[in-house]
Every structure is written in C-alpha cells, then in structure tokens.
C-alpha cells in the first residue's frame, strides 16, 4: 500500500483494495462477494445506461480517538437506498444484506480508514444498477448492487467556514410529483448546468425555490436546508427533497440543544429573517451560509458579516462530529462499531 498523506486527501476518488458486490437473478439476491477489480462489465442494453435505473447513497466511516472504527446511521441509508430502488422499479435490497455488505467491505479497506487526528474518514459509495438487456421502456430482471470504499479529507479545507449560494429562478432541481425524494443519478444529472454556472460566478451552489410555484425553499446544491432564528431550527417540508440523514440527525440534537425543531414550507421572503442559515449533508455534515444572493430580484440575504458561522451551527456541527468520532456518548445509537 502506498503510503497515504492522510493531511492532504481532498473530497474524490481514491483507489482502495476490494468492493463488494451482489446480483439480483431469478427473483432473489445471491452472496456478496469482493472484488479487487474497479470496473463493471455490463450489457451495452442495460436499464441503467438507457432508462436511468440506478441508485446510490454516501455513508462515511470514523476512527476514533479510542482506536476503534465507527460507520455512522448505516441502517438509515440502507432505508433510503431501498425507497429509492421503489421509486425507479428496482428490487429493494434487503436490510442485512446491506449491513453484511458494510461491515465487510469496511473490515477488508480498515487500514483505508484514516487516523483520528487527521480529520479525515472513509467514504463508502452504495450503488445499484439495473444490468439486464432491456429495450422497451419497463424494469429489467438483473440487478447489481455494488459498494466501494476511500479515504477523504475534510470538507473544509481552510477551518469551518461561511460561503455564498445564488438563487436562480431558470433552473429547477425536481417536480413536486417526481423524484426528487430519491437519490438517483438523474437528479444530479438535472443540476450540474445550473452547479456549474453557480461555481463560474462564485458560489458554492445553487439555491433551488420550489418547482410549481417559486415561493418556498426547496434544496441548496446537493443539501438540504435549514435556517436558525429565535432559537428554532426550521427547515423545509417538500414533496421533492431528499430526506437528508445529516439533516435528520441535526433536527435531533437541535431538540437536545434546547431548540425548537419546524419542518415546513419556507417562503423565500422569510430567509431575512432567520440568523444563521446551512446546507447540511454526508460531505460537509454543516456548510454555513455566508450570503444568499438572490439573482433575479438583484438582493441579498445576510447571515454573516464577518464570514465566521453562526454559534448554533457551529454546536450543531462539533457535537454531530463528536459523536462520529466517539468524543461523546451515542445516546441515540447511531453508530455501529466494527470489530
């Protein structure tokens, strides 16, 4: 193995030693086995080139400062892999099966995982493609699921900080009826022209309003949202957001915070009222909201004057990483230690 800069991992691909994988034939899941090799040999014909019959997920595991190795809320993305394979017609993965495919891929890459003191942790990238040859538009009857595993640094490379987000009224994220609850490619495929644009003007992401009427906050890029004022921490309800599981992990600890926890629809008007806002998700946990410029009305929203995040999202982000890193008791059992 080469010796790994652990200070100096960014957020992206890196090369480890195994993945797993299972297939779906005949109606029924087979074993998981490891693989060594990166690539998939698939049909040229497969669902998942031609009708967009995938979905993924993004879990991180943690060494802490007891040596020992945790994976965060597994079962909660073994959840929502299953809700999204419902969504676009897939067979659900089964719960142990899911569980048994983490612990193993993540006791196979253990020396991957990075130390405590880097700051950084091992991404895990759950994946399931249709592979069956299908021309007609309808589900196949082979699936693949597969995971793989990579060191990544911190989000943050200069220290938790504030940046800016644009609202742009010519893009949309998702329709209220389709499927922006899922975590599938195409809705990260839908987003990348008005990402790209955001990131040329010099934002960190798109602020997405909602499809069907444009006055309520939908997502943030590729997070969720959620603002602080009079020591509530409100975020939005929609039809056509991802349940982000950072988000719902915060929502808990806002309440242990002494906070009140809203979750319901946002009018875009009311982002001048809150005192601190972020986009929160697996990558970042918390990214605070310096400014939110709205593009089209030629205003901007304020969170942070001096770019420092605000004090609320600062607590949220060290005791959700606290208990990551098993700094602090995991009162509420999320997560699971690997022997």
């Known amino acids: 193995m080469k010796k790994i800069n652990w200070a100096d991992l960014s957020f992206g691909y890196c090369k480890t030693d195994y993945n797993v994988r299972?297939?779906?034939?005949?109606?029924?899941?087979?074993?998981?086995?490891?693989?060594t090799d990166e690539n998939i040999n698939i049909h040229m014909a497969a669902t998942c080139l031609h009708y967009g019959q995938e979905a993924f997920e993004g879990l991180k595991a943690f060494r802490g400062k007891d040596g020992k190795i945790r994976a965060f809320r597994m079962d909660e993305n073994a959840k929502r892999l299953q809700s999204s394979c419902r969504g676009v017609m897939m067979p659900e993965f089964p719960l142990d099966k899911f569980t048994e495919a983490m612990v193993m891929l993540i006791k196979k890459n253990e020396h991957f995982v990075p130390?405590?003191?880097?700051?950084?942790?091992?991404?895990?990238?759950?994946?399931?493609?249709?592979?069956?040859?299908?021309?007609?538009?309808?589900?196949?009857?082979?699936y693949l699921f597969v995971a793989f595993a990579m060191p990544v640094g911190s989000y943050f490379k200069n220290g938790f900080q504030t940046s800016p987000?644009?609202?742009?009224?010519?893009?949309?994220?998702?329709?209220?009826?389709?499927?922006?609850?899922?975590?599938?490619?195409?809705?990260?495929?839908?987003?990348?022209?008005?990402?790209?644009?955001a990131h040329d003007m010099g934002y960190s992401a798109v602020f997405y309003l909602d499809a069907k009427e444009k006055k309520y906050i939908?997502?943030?890029?590729?997070?969720?949202?959620f603002g602080i004022k009079n020591n509530t921490y409100i975020t939005p309800k929609s039809s056509s957001i991802l349940p982000s599981i950072t988000n719902k992990s915060?929502?808990?600890?806002?309440?242990?915070?002494?906070?009140?926890?809203?979750?319901?629809?946002?009018?875009?008007?009311?982002?001048?009222?809150?005192?601190?806002?972020?986009?929160?998700g697996t990558a970042a946990v918390i990214s605070p909201v310096q400014r939110i410029?709205?593009?089209?009305?030629?205003?901007?929203?304020?969170?942070?004057e001096d770019g420092k995040p605000g004090k609320i999202s600062e607590k949220l982000y060290h005791k959700l990483r606290a208990i990551q890193y098993g700094e602090e008791p995991d009162v509420h059992n999320w997560t699971t230690i690997i022997e």
């Not at 299972?22 to 693989?35: A, D, Q, S, V």
């Not at 599938?184 to 990402?195: C, D, F, K, M, R």
């Not at 939908?218 to 949202?225: L, R």
């Not at 410029?293 to 942070?304: E, G, N, P, R, V």
Request: hydrophobic residues 35%; charged residues 25%.
């Open 250 to 280: 915060l929502m808990v600890l806002a309440e242990d915070l002494g906070l009140k926890v809203e979750q319901r629809p946002i009018p875009v008007e009311e982002l001048a009222t809150f005192e601190e806002a972020g986009a929160c």
């Open 293 to 304: 410029d709205d593009y089209d009305l030629k205003k901007s929203y304020i969170f942070s």
């Open 115 to 142: 130390p405590y003191e880097s700051g950084a942790s091992l991404y895990i990238r759950p994946l399931l493609i249709g592979t069956g040859a299908q021309v007609g538009v309808k589900p196949t009857n082979e």
């Open 218 to 225: 939908d997502e943030c890029g590729a997070a969720n949202f």
């Open 165 to 197: 987000f644009v609202i742009m009224r010519e893009y949309d994220r998702a329709a209220p009826l389709g499927t922006g609850t899922y975590k599938i490619g195409g809705n990260y495929a839908a987003s990348l022209v008005a990402g790209e644009r």
């Open 22 to 35: 299972c297939t779906y034939k005949n109606g029924t899941w087979g074993e998981i086995e490891l693989h």
